[in-house]
Every structure is written in structure tokens, then in C-alpha cells.
């Protein structure tokens, strides 16, 4: 694990603390295009065996570290992958899941 620490400081993503062995979040990566936003989306759910997650929960995700999800609304990213889905939650909070294989 040393190894991925330190390639971390190199990178940028991660910095050293004055405490030995704490590292501290460093760069974030933006990521504004829709069709890596949406494989990056993909990729969230994949890790999430319970169905569907709000959109602002995959967005915000701390798992996608060091990559920083722009806003953006759940029909967007629908458009752009055939293996995403929407459900309209409530007026203000989609939900998206994986759609099924085949269906």
C-alpha cells in the first residue's frame, strides 16, 4: 500500500500531513464530458448491489476519488448510455440504476 500512497503525492491526488502515514485529499480531477461521466456513473453502480441511487449520491461519490463529477441532470447521461436508467423520485431528486441486459 506505500506504493500507491506515494504514487498518490506524485500525482497530486493525495498530500502528506504532518503526522506520518495521514495523508490528506489533494487535486481533483473535473470531469465535464458527458460519456465519461456517465461510464464513471456505470462504474458507481456496478459497486452498489441495492438498485437504484440518487443522482447526487453517485455524483458526490468519495469512491470516484480523485475524479470530481460535474453536475448535471439524470436525462443527459441516459442519452449518452444505453446501460443507464431513470426514475423520477420526486420533483427535485432522480434516482438512476443499471438497466437490464437484454430488456
Not at 38 to 67: E, K
Not at 83 to 89: A, F, N, Q, S, W
Request: aromatic share 6%; glycine share 8%; charged share 20%.
Amino acid at each position: 500500500m506505500e506504493g500507491r500512497h506515494e504514487e498518490g503525492c506524485e500525482w497530486g491526488t493525495l498530500s502528506e500531513t504532518s503526522k506520518t502515514g495521514v495523508y490528506a485529499s489533494g487535486l481533483s480531477l473535473p470531469i465535464t464530458r458527458m460519456e465519461l461521466m456517465a461510464w464513471l456513473a456505470v462504474a458507481r453502480l456496478h459497486t452498489h448491489a441495492n438498485g437504484p441511487m440518487a443522482l447526487r449520491t453517485v455524483l458526490d461519490s468519495t469512491i470516484l476519488f480523485p475524479f470530481r463529477l460535474s453536475p448535471v441532470f439524470a436525462n443527459r447521461l441516459v442519452a449518452v448510455s444505453n446501460r443507464l436508467d431513470v426514475l423520477r423520485h420526486n420533483s427535485n431528486d432522480d434516482l438512476i440504476f443499471l438497466r437490464h441486459e437484454g430488456g
